[in-house]
């Protein structure tokens, strides 16, 4: 069975960072693009940032670049969003999802999903 979960969320006071991961189990993920997505309470859900299944290729958003990398672990089946200088307006749900083809912005090109991990960002 097909799954991804994300980990690392939680409460973060603005100018901080957090780090999360996204695991697949059952299957290997290094064959993949992999994006990160985000959904705000009463917004749609937004591209963030994704990456290439061999790691070569990212592809950012313009709210995510400078403060957000996205990075991979093929040894490990991992892949990692590293965030910084968090602000409150980043407080969402974040989901990483899965694509054996390119890697894109919109989210009907991905496959398989988490189910999400809150991040909320305090003052």
């Known amino acids: 069975q097909v799954q991804l979960a994300e980990y690392g969320g939680g409460l973060v006071q603005a100018g901080g960072s957090l780090r999360l991961s996204c695991a697949a189990s059952?299957?290997?993920?290094?064959?993949?693009?992999v994006g990160w997505f985000r959904q705000a309470p009463g917004k749609d859900r937004e591209f963030l940032v994704a990456v290439a299944w061999n790691g070569d290729y990212t592809l950012y958003a313009d709210s995510a670049k400078g403060r957000f990398t996205i990075s991979r672990d093929s040894a490990k089946n991992m892949v990692y969003l590293q965030m910084n200088s968090l602000k409150l307006i980043d407080t969402a749900v974040y989901y990483c999802?899965?694509?054996?083809?390119?890697?894109?912005?919109?989210?009907?090109?991905?496959?398989?999903w988490g189910q999400g991990t809150q991040v909320t960002v305090s003052s």
């Open positions: 059952g299957w290997t993920l290094s064959s993949y693009g």
């Open positions: 999802a899965a694509t054996p083809g390119g890697i894109r912005k919109e989210s009907a090109y991905y496959n398989y």
